[in-house]
């Protein structure tokens, strides 16, 4: 079972940046997914970023695209989203997840993420 665990949350002005990473630990194959996911107070857990472990695609929500990046590092075993010109509805607290079976369908689906981080807070006052 592959562990996942984020970090790099942590509090900013709006217009801020911050860059968080989700490290795997466990075998990773060519035809596993990475997700991050946010969920604000009140609010379903939403989908931000998504990208396969091997290939050039990458998919962003359209509340971030322009602003979030989504990224993998395949030696070491880690994701990340760089998020750049933050506001105060990003604020949330982000996970990382693990899906097993990329297609251009199942990145979408919460229930295609079989393995989840336990999440990081991220705040951006105004």
């Known amino acids: 079972q592959v562990q996942l665990a984020e970090s790099g949350g942590g509090l900013v002005q709006a217009v801020g940046s911050l860059r968080l990473s989700c490290a795997a630990s466990g075998r990773i194959f060519s035809s596993y997914f990475m997700g991050w996911f946010r969920q604000a107070p009140g609010k379903e857990r939403e989908l931000v970023a998504a990208?396969?472990?091997?290939?050039?695609?990458?998919h962003h929500a359209d509340s971030v695209k322009g602003r979030f990046t989504i990224s993998r590092d395949n030696a070491k075993n880690t994701v990340a989203l760089q998020m750049n010109s933050l506001k105060p509805e990003d604020t949330a607290v982000y996970y990382c997840a693990l899906g097993t079976l990329y297609s251009r369908s199942s990145y979408r689906s919460r229930r295609e993420y079989d393995n989840w981080g336990q999440g990081t807070q991220v705040t951006v006052s105004s």
């Open positions: 990208i396969p472990w091997s290939g050039d695609n990458t």
